[in-house]
Nanobody, 116 residues
Framework: QVQLVESGGGLVQPGGSLRPSCDAS????????MGWYRQAPGKQRELVAA???????SYADAVKGRFTISRDNAKNTVYLQMNSLKPEDTAVYYCNAENNNYFNYWGQGSQVTVSS
C-alpha cells in the first residue's frame, strides 16, 4: 500500500543536469529503502542508486561521483541529482520502494534522454 509518483525527467544535453523526484504516499513507515532504477531499450533494468531508512546510500559504478540520491522526510520525497550526464545515461528511470517484507513498489517511469 505504497504509491510512488515521479516527476522531473526530460531531455538534456551531454554534461547537463537533471533532478527527478519521487513522491511516496500510503504506508510510508513500512518502507525500508528506496532507490532509482533505469532501463534502456533492449536492456535489463538496473539499480543506479539506493537509500535506506537509516540514510545509507549506494550507487552503481557507472554513476558514482555524478549522481546523488537524497530524501526529504517531511515531504516523503526522494530525489536523484544527476550531473555530468552522458548519452549512455539515456533510459527510463523508475522510482522504487521496498517495504519491510521486501515487497517492491514502482513508480510509472520517467524518460531521461541525454542528447545534443
Amino acid at each position: 500500500q505504497v504509491q510512488l509518483v515521479e516527476s522531473g525527467g526530460g531531455l538534456v544535453q551531454p554534461g547537463g543536469s537533471l533532478r527527478p523526484s519521487c513522491d511516496a504516499s500510503g504506508r510510508i513507515v513500512s518502507i525500508r529503502a528506496m532507490g532509482w532504477y533505469r532501463q534502456a531499450p533492449g536492456k535489463q533494468r538496473e539499480l543506479v542508486a539506493a537509500i535506506t531508512s537509516g540514510g545509507s546510500t549506494s550507487y552503481a559504478d557507472a554513476v558514482k561521483g555524478r549522481f546523488t540520491i537524497s530524501r526529504d522526510n517531511a515531504k516523503n520525497t526522494v530525489y536523484l541529482q544527476m550531473n555530468s550526464l552522458k548519452p549512455e545515461d539515456t533510459a527510463v528511470y523508475y522510482c522504487n520502494a521496498e517495504n519491510n517484507n521486501y515487497f517492491n513498489y514502482w513508480g510509472q517511469g520517467s524518460q531521461v534522454t541525454v542528447s545534443s
